[in-house]
Nanobody, 122 residues
Framework: QVQLVESGGGLVQAGDSLRLSCEAS????????MAWFRQVPGKEREFVAA????????NYADSVKGRFTISRDNAKNTVYLQMNNLKPEDTAVYYC???????????????WGQGTQVVVSS
């Protein structure tokens, strides 16, 4: 059974940084492209960032380019999202996803975590 467990969310002020982690189990992690999405109530899930299985290619939403960095450690079965210069509009539940591709379409991903809340105050 595939499990993705996010951690690292919290309440921060605008301009602060956070690092989210997602630890995977029940899958051959090093073979999976991984991604982060986010969602606010009443809106569709939004692509944030994705990373290819080898870590050699990434993709970002325009809204986070230059501020967020996705990375992975295949030895630890973990994918990270470093979020710098956070803005109030980054407030959302952030979800880790696996099994898709770095184009970042939610429907392509078969495995999802439970989400971690990020709140950015102004």
């Amino acid at each position: 059974q595939v499990q993705l467990v996010e951690s690292g969310g919290g309440l921060v002020q605008a301009g602060d940084s956070l690092r989210l982690s997602c630890e995977a189990s029940g899958l051959t992690f090093r073979r999976y492209d991984m991604a982060w999405f986010r969602q606010v109530p009443g809106k569709e899930r939004e692509f944030v960032a994705a990373i290819i299985w080898s870590g050699t290619s990434t993709n970002y939403a325009d809204s986070v380019k230059g501020r967020f960095t996705i990375s992975r450690d295949n030895a630890k079965n973990t994918v990270y999202l470093q979020m710098n210069n956070l803005k109030p509009e980054d407030t959302a539940v952030y979800y880790c996803a696996g099994g898709g591709n770095i184009r970042g379409r939610p429907a392509d991903f078969g495995s999802w975590g439970q989400g971690t809340q990020v709140v950015v105050s102004s």
